[in-house]
């Protein structure tokens, strides 16, 4: 290994830090203004270290009390409303949830086929899949109003996680299908002579090997179902909404509620942030294995 | 234990021929080594004889039986891939008990029959590794353990120790060679270090292009090499070649060309004027006074129980294996000597191999 003076290791963890600082200021920022009155959110010179922090937006957004003082609403909020937003966040993780469980399902099969399996026009295949993505969504949105409404699928879950699933599956089966392109052929061919049907050689060897490359695609479909806004938008009325959706309820006639806005913000961090910790685990397995392989 | 006889069979990718109209047989319990260059057919012959490939023309039979439309999975045959393609996610136990566990085997059958391979194969204290926490020799055995508690009528190699470094390899060598001494299996082994061949098998099958140069011994291709390729393929350090041609002057034969001039048996007087290659082994030749080859010395190569040397013959490179204690430094002038019976004759724009009209050899 290179020998590094001193200045350029202290250069490097600087840049370093920089690099993270600059990241991750914005989402502190974020979190005290969660955590800030309603007047110091607009104190100008901003107040980023110093100010008195409240759960009041939180309760407010959740309709519950944290045991602080603020049992009801003290004043009369932007749009003159009061929200709930618990099943909100609740519809957000049923959607995300289900939509990344249908995708990587779907997209694991799709892929090992398309990896493994010899049938006719199967190069064509890979880019008519991700020519799907092409279009912008915004002029499939349309369409799908009126198909949806046909169906009866208007305003319910199976609908949109549905919708998250199909827009998720191109770049699901693109991703799995590198990681099954990166298994030797051999493995399977291994297993066809030790009298392995197809179906078992996927199921006992080849997809345990696969295990981080679904997980690094369960985290990106989840992310995508996490923060999609269109598709919610024009496919639900009153029966259920997504965090992002409801969010920009808070920009009202009357006013922005920016506290309330960034705590729904902060709060719809942590489920997606659980759900990326669990997978994690499978992600370090994924980057090394690799080295398992011969 | 099988039989497998190829009949005119060929292979096409595309439009690329591979595999031109071969017929082979493989007796019961032979160790055979397909043996040539890289693109020479012998891994894709292996790998239709597995049925990882499909066959374009001709016939394929095992213990009888055409094989030509069996899954992979019915041929009963055991396969050593040259990455050992084990399943990284099991344990070494689990790799091997794989193939049992298919074939519905009892728990007692598998763990015995592992225990067993395991036994064999040294591999007992590492059941329960994983393949990542393997050395290279051990994977390998483990792909061996696994191909081991088949029962399978043929076994496979595909150039399995190509991944090993040469100490290792000549040992495994030997452990393979022993493994099929015991199971008495039908092996065919893929491979294209003509040393693998030589020590290992009871039958070779050199190919070139698509097809079958030579089948023998190792001893038929090293003594009567049918070709000059096989020639050059089979032996090392390589064959010296030198070009010139058969003169013949009554009872006296001798391959000549500018520089040398060398007495052949009588029974090339028949080829008088041919224009012919003379390849000499370099260890059929000795250090003498009035030998026919001389060269001047470029460099000498002490390879421990002998030494190389390399000279320059007639414009062209000549390599004698010679005692360690020969002296010579570069530049100087040396005198070989060779047996008129070792010389190998081949014509020159065909390659093969000119036999004697007297002896046949």
Not at chain 1, 27 to 49: C, H, M, R
Not at chain 1, 232 to 240: A, C, I, R, S
Not at chain 1, 251 to 274: E, H, Q, R
Not at chain 2, 270 to 284: E, F, M, Q, S, Y
Request: aromatic letters at 8%; proline letters at 4%.
């Amino acid at each position: 290994m290179m020998v590094r003076s001193k200045s350029s290791r202290v250069l490097r963890s600087v840049v370093a830090w920089g690099t993270v600082l600059l990241f991750a200021f914005p989402l502190y920022y974020w979190l005290t203004v969660a955590f800030k009155d309603g007047k110091e959110i607009f104190n100008y010179p901003p107040q980023v270290w110093s100010f008195s922090p409240t759960v009041r937006n939180f309760e407010e957004i959740f309709g519950i009390s944290l045991g602080f003082g603020f049992g009801e609403q003290r004043e009369v909020l932007p749009g003159g409303g009061n929200w709930r937003m618990a099943p909100r966040l609740w519809d957000s993780i049923v959607i995300a949830v289900l939509s990344t469980g249908i995708a990587v399902s779907i997209a694991t099969l799709a892929s090992y086929a398309l990896s493994r399996m010899e049938f006719a026009g199967r190069h064509h295949f890979v880019s008519w899949v991700l020519s799907t993505r092409m279009m912008p969504p915004v002029a499939v949105a349309i369409p799908v109003f009126f198909i949806y409404k046909e169906l009866s699928l208007l305003d319910t879950y199976t609908g949109v996680i549905l919708i998250h699933a199909l827009m998720n599956l191109p770049l699901a089966v693109l991703l799995m299908k590198s990681f099954f392109d990166d298994i030797p052929h051999e493995i399977d061919e291994s297993g066809m002579i030790d009298g392995a049907s197809r179906f078992l050689i996927f199921r006992r060897i080849i997809l345990p090997m696969v295990k981080g490359g679904a997980a690094a695609t369960a985290v990106l479909c989840f992310i995508f179902s996490w923060t999609e806004f269109l598709f919610v938008l024009t496919l639900t009325q009153t029966g259920l909404k997504t965090v992002p959706v409801v969010s920009s309820t808070f920009v009202t006639s009357t006013g922005t509620a920016w506290g309330n806005m960034a705590a729904l913000g902060a709060a719809a961090m942590l489920p997606a942030f659980l759900f990326i910790l669990l997978v994690q685990k499978h992600l370090v397995r994924g980057l090394t294995l690799g080295s398992v392989k011969q | 234990m099988a039989n497998v006889e190829y009949r005119s069979v060929g292979k096409n990718f595309g439009t690329v021929r591979v595999l031109n109209e071969l017929s082979l047989d493989i007796g019961e319990g032979e160790f055979v080594v397909l043996l040539g260059s890289s693109g020479c057919g012998k891994s894709t012959l292996l790998r239709m004889t597995a049925g990882l490939e499909t066959i374009s023309s001709g016939e394929i039979a095992i213990d009888g039986k055409v094989v030509n439309g069996v899954h992979p999975r019915d041929r009963n045959i055991a396969m050593v891939f040259q990455n050992y393609a084990l399943y990284p996610t099991m344990k070494v136990r689990e790799n091997i008990a794989f193939s049992l566990e298919v074939a519905g085997k009892s728990r007692d059958e598998v763990n015995a029959k592992v225990e067993e391979a395991a036994r064999v194969l040294s591999l007992t204290d590492y059941l329960d590794r994983k393949p990542s926490e393997l050395s290279g020799g051990q994977r390998q055995r483990v792909a061996m353990g696994r191909a081991m508690v088949r029962d399978a009528k043929v076994f496979l190699f595909d150039e399995p120790l190509s991944n090993l470094d040469a100490k290792l390899r000549a040992h495994m060598r030997v452990e393979i060679r022993q493994l099929h001494d015991r199971l008495k299996a039908t092996t065919i082994y893929v491979t294209h270090d003509q040393i693998e061949a030589m020590t290992m098998a009871d039958k070779i099958v050199l190919m070139q292009g698509g097809g079958i140069v030579q089948v023998g011994t190792p001893d038929d291709l090293y003594d009567r090499p049918a070709t000059r390729y096989v020639a050059e393929f089979i032996g090392s350090p390589q064959i010296n070649c030198q070009e010139g041609e058969i003169v013949s002057d009554g009872a006296d034969v001798h391959f000549k060309n500018s520089e040398v001039s060398l007495p052949l048996p009588a029974g090339y007087a028949a080829h008088g004027g041919t224009k012919v290659t003379c390849g000499i082994r370099p260890n059929d030749v000795q250090l003498s006074e009035e030998g026919a080859i001389v060269g001047r010395l470029k460099i000498a190569e002490k390879t421990g129980a002998d030494k190389q040397m390399h000279l320059d013959v007639n414009g062209s490179e000549f390599v004698a294996v010679t005692p360690r204690s020969t002296e010579g430094v570069p530049g100087d002038d040396m005198r070989f000597a060779v047996d008129p019976g070792k010389v190998h004759i081949f014509d020159q724009s065909s390659g093969h191999r000119i036999t004697t009209t007297l002896s046949g050899a």
